[in-house]
């Protein structure tokens, strides 16, 4: 059974940082791109970043380039959201899932942007 | 960047009566390797998304025959044939023909 279990998330002041994760299970991990989706409260889904399964390639919303970093170890079978220079619009629910078709998604984490 | 226009943001319907909920593309959705990469995602209150279609008109495992999908090049629909109380929920299109990936701003579905 395919699994995705994000963390991390919290209460972090305006240009502060954090550092999420999403352990994978269940599929063999490298074999797949992996993606960040956040939702802000009462909103709708926007695509964040994405990473190759090597972790040889990244690409990023033009919202979160600069400040968000993407990586992977994939002998962890973990994803990675590095996450600087916040803003209160960064506050949302950060969701990773698999590929670009989105079978699957985690449960999500909360990350909070305030003073 | 490609825009998905969904409209109505909401679309009130009557237990057991039919559903259409559109998604319509700024621009084709037909990668060059012929495929047209449109999923749709339900979201209830309080869960992370679901897919139910991809590929446009692919049901995923596990999801009601009474969702269906259809359309191609830039309109797409998500038909619900008979509307179950648990169909409430936010319904999204999304593609990933083009980079980046973008999501419609979603329509909900409300039962009368």
């Known amino acids: 059974e395919v699994k995705l279990v994000e963390s991390g998330g919290g209460l972090v002041q305006p240009g502060g940082s954090l550092r999420l994760s999403c352990a994978a299970s269940g599929f063999t991990f490298d074999n797949f791109w992996m993606h960040w989706v956040r939702q802000a409260p009462g909103k709708g889904l926007m695509w964040v970043s994405r990473i190759k399964g090597d972790g040889g390639m990244t690409e990023y919303a033009d919202s979160v380039k600069g400040r968000f970093t993407i990586s992977r170890d994939n ?18 629910v950060y969701f ?9 998604w985690g449960h999500g984490t909360l990350v909070t942007v305030s003073s | ?11 009130p319907v009557t237990l057991g009566q039919p559903a259409s909920v559109p998604c319509r593309s700024s621009q084709s959705l037909v990668h060059s390797d012929g495929n047209t990469y449109l999923n749709w995602f339900q979201q209830r209150p309080g869960q992370s998304p679901r897919r139910l279609i991809y590929m446009v008109s692919n049901r995923d495992s596990g999801v009601p025959d009474r969702f269906s999908g259809s359309g191609s090049g830039t309109v797409f629909t998500l038909n619900i044939s008979r509307v179950e109380a648990e169909d409430a929920a936010v319904y999204y299109c999304m593609q990933g023909t083009h980079r980046p990936l973008t999501f419609g701003g979603g329509t909900k579905v409300e039962i009368k």
Do not use: W
């Not at chain 1, 079978?77 to 916040?86: D, G, H, P, R, W």
């Not at chain 1, 990773?96 to 079978?103: F, H, I, V």
């Not at chain 2, 960047?1 to 679309?11: A, H, K, N, R, Y």
């Open chain 1, 75 to 92: 002998a962890k079978n973990t994803l990675y959201l590095q996450m600087n220079s916040l803003r209160a619009e960064d506050t949302a």
């Open chain 1, 96 to 104: 990773c899932t698999r590929s670009s078709t989105m079978g699957y």
């Open chain 2, 1 to 11: 960047d490609v825009v998905l226009t969904q409209s109505p943001l909401s679309l």
